[in-house]
């Protein structure tokens, strides 16, 4: 993450707005190109927290991001869910928890929830 910067624009009254950025680097662009009064930071930020979570080897946090966008994510025919899960499974086989790792593949990765390449594979064994 970056050191994070203030950042400066006019809300909607024409009144200067000061916000930090608290190191996102999507809101320090915004920063940077003028836009700071403009944006709503909250998927910024929320975009920022999953992607640092994903970077350590947590996908829960993103997971439960996909379930309240299920929807949205089906409408667009995202595979972001799947993938996941699967993510999340192979970190449980890398951590040596085999019987944790074959319940959540049970659970989680059946083939009519896999991206279609995946799903053929997991058909043919």
Same mark, same amino acid.
């Given at each position: 993450?970056?050191?994070?910067?203030? !950042?400066? #624009?006019?809300? =909607?009254?024409?009144?200067?707005? @000061?916000? +930090?950025?608290? %190191?996102?680097?999507?809101?320090?662009? %915004?920063? !940077? =190109? %003028?836009?700071?009064?403009? *944006? +709503?930071?909250?998927?910024?930020? !929320?975009? +920022?927290?999953?992607? @640092?979570?994903?970077?350590?080897?947590?996908?829960?946090?993103? *997971?439960?991001?996909?379930?309240? !966008?299920?929807?949205?994510?089906? @409408?667009?025919?995202?595979?972001?869910? &799947?993938?996941?899960?699967?993510?999340?499974?192979?970190?449980?086989? &890398?951590?040596?928890?085999?019987?944790?790792?074959?319940?959540?593949?049970?659970?989680?990765?059946?083939?009519? @929830? *896999?991206?279609? #390449?995946?799903?053929?594979?997991?058909?043919? %064994?």
């Amino acid at each position: 993450a970056g050191l994070g910067v203030s !950042e400066s #624009g006019l809300d =909607s009254n024409g009144s200067a707005v @000061t916000r +930090d950025t608290g %190191g996102s680097p999507s809101l320090e662009w %915004g920063c !940077e =190109s %003028g836009l700071a009064g403009l *944006l +709503d930071t909250g998927p910024f930020r !929320e975009c +920022d927290r999953l992607v @640092t979570a994903l970077m350590k080897q947590n996908a829960a946090p993103a *997971l439960e991001w996909c379930a309240q !966008e299920a929807v949205r994510l089906r @409408t667009i025919k995202s595979s972001l869910a &799947a993938q996941l899960h699967l993510q999340h499974f192979l970190g449980l086989v &890398a951590s040596s928890d085999g019987v944790t790792a074959v319940g959540y593949a049970r659970e989680h990765l059946q083939p009519a @929830t *896999l991206p279609p #390449g995946l799903a053929a594979g997991a058909r043919r %064994g």
